[in-house]
Nanobody, 127 residues
Framework: QLQLVESGGGLVQPGGSLRLSCATSGFTLDYYWIGWFRQAPGKEREGVSCISTSGGVTNSADSVKGRFTISRDNAKNTVYLQMNSLKPEDTAVYYC????????????????????WGQGTQVTVSS
């Protein structure tokens, strides 16, 4: 059974860092795009970052560029989201998702492309 389980969320002060992990099982990770998404209360889901099957290509929302970094370790079946310089507006539930790739040369943060989703982990940025 295909599963994605997020961890690493929590409460952090503005300017702080967190590393989210997405542990996967039940499928071959390197055959899929992996994306990170977030949803804040009262807001629509937002695509944060994605990584291609090879890990050589990433894509991030403008709101997190230069602060968040996505990476994958196919041997450990895990994808990471390193979040630095966190801001209160980064507060949200963060989800990872797996999608069948359209291309090996890029990835997309469009949520509708992703088929399999984790349950989410809460990130709260507050002083």
């Amino acid at each position: 059974q295909l599963q994605l389980v997020e961890s690493g969320g929590g409460l952090v002060q503005p300017g702080g860092s967190l590393r989210l992990s997405c542990a996967t099982s039940g499928f071959t990770l390197d055959y899929y795009w992996i994306g990170w998404f977030r949803q804040a209360p009262g807001k629509e889901r937002e695509g944060v970052s994605c990584i291609s099957t090879s890990g050589g290509v990433t894509n991030s929302a403008d709101s997190v560029k230069g602060r968040f970094t996505i990476s994958r370790d196919n041997a450990k079946n895990t994808v990471y989201l390193q979040m630095n310089s966190l801001k209160p507006e980064d507060t949200a539930v963060y989800y990872c998702a797996a999608g069948i790739p359209i291309s090996a040369r890029y990835c997309s943060t469009l949520g509708s492309i992703y088929t399999y989703w984790g349950q989410g982990t809460q990130v709260t940025v507050s002083s």
